[in-house]
């Protein structure tokens, strides 16, 4: 059998030349935040309080509310309060 040399080039060849020749970015979807894990020590009564808070919100929501989104909650609440209010339900905890 006679051995026939390709000239040209294939299908193959020329879409990833026509992929690397292109260099147009489209923002369809924003990139998701990556979360970082903290760890933080909790009382019995911290955690029993946390719980209290996620069955009353579990009690209102349509779907489950994690431990994890509750505490998220609570943050976006702390950031719309005064100090002098965060320092005095510090002190009442302790």
């Known amino acids: 059998m006679a051995t026939k040399k390709i000239t040209g080039q294939s299908k193959l060849a020329q879409t990833a030349e026509s992929k690397t020749d292109t260099n147009e970015r489209l923002d369809l979807v924003t990139p998701r935040k990556k979360p970082s894990l903290k760890a933080y020590r909790l009382y019995?009564?911290?955690?029993?309080?946390?719980?209290?808070?996620?069955?009353?919100?579990?009690?209102?929501?349509?779907?489950?509310?994690?431990?994890?989104?509750?505490?998220?909650?609570?943050?976006?609440?702390?950031?719309?309060?005064?100090?002098?209010?965060?320092?005095?339900?510090?002190?009442?905890?302790?």
Do not use: F, P, Y
């Open 44 to 94: 019995d009564d911290d955690i029993a309080r946390l719980k209290e808070i996620t069955a009353t919100m579990n009690k209102e929501s349509h779907r489950h509310i994690s431990e994890t989104a509750a505490i998220r909650a609570l943050i976006v609440l702390g950031t719309g309060t005064t100090g002098e209010k965060l320092l005095k339900a510090l002190r009442e905890t302790i």
